[in-house]
Structures are given as C-alpha cells and as structure tokens.
C-alpha cells in the first residue's frame, strides 16, 4: 500500500499513481526536495489515507483502475480538509482539470515537475 521516508520536511506530499516506475521517480525526485513522501499505487488507497492524514499537496494520476482520479478529484472537493491542500494532476489523460489543480502531462521531463512546484 503505501511507503513513507520520514526525512526531513518541507511538507507532507501524497502521491497516487499506479505506473510504479513513475511512482518511484517522483518519489525520489520528491524526497530529493526534501519532502516528507507517502507513495500510493491506487485511488482507493489514497481515498483512505485521507481519512486520516492531511498532505500539504497531492500529486494525482487520473488513469487507475480501481478509483480512478477523476473519482479522487471530486471526493477531494467534499474533503473536510479543502483548501488547506494543492493537487497537481500527472496524466497522460486528457479532460478538464478543476481550476483549483495544476496539471502535468505525461510523460514529462523531471525539471518540468520540480519547475512545477517551485511556483
């Protein structure tokens, strides 16, 4: 289900992707910044995580088989926690991302995602 480095922390980061190469790459690119990484490779599992922990920002794929992200997307929205959290979508998929996540198209380039985030 999910790995966690507890490194120093520039804040909690949740990541939720079922590609596990891609997982494991922004994992290090992440923890590289010195971020706190918890990995998830389902919607479900994030879902569920969220119950009880509250990241400062969600990197989420939309194309997963179990709970998709769109699905993650909108329970995201009802979270007790809304707003005190940033999603960054990472998908290949197309469609309309709400207005309150950035996006990332797959594939990318690893600074395309540190540029990302340094805004």
């Not at 009880?52 to 969600?58: G, S």
């Not at 989420?60 to 707003?83: I, P, Q, T």
């Not at 005190?84 to 469609?95: D, I, N, R, T």
Request: hydrophobic share 50%.
């Amino acid at each position: 289900m999910a790995v966690a480095n507890r490194a120093p922390a520039r804040g909690r980061l949740l990541i939720v992707d079922d590609d596990e190469d891609i997982r494991l790459m922004m994992q290090d690119v992440m923890e590289r910044r010195g971020y706190e990484v918890i990995a998830v490779d389902s919607g479900a599992d994030a879902l569920a995580l969220l119950t009880y922990e509250t990241p400062e920002l969600i990197l989420l794929d939309l194309e997963m088989d179990d709970v998709n992200g769109w699905e993650v997307l909108s329970a995201l929205e009802r979270h007790k926690d809304f707003g005190k959290f940033k999603v960054v979508v990472v998908s290949g998929a197309s469609g309309r991302v709400p207005k309150w996540a950035g996006f990332l198209k797959k594939p990318f380039k690893v600074e395309a995602l540190e540029e990302l985030l340094a805004r």
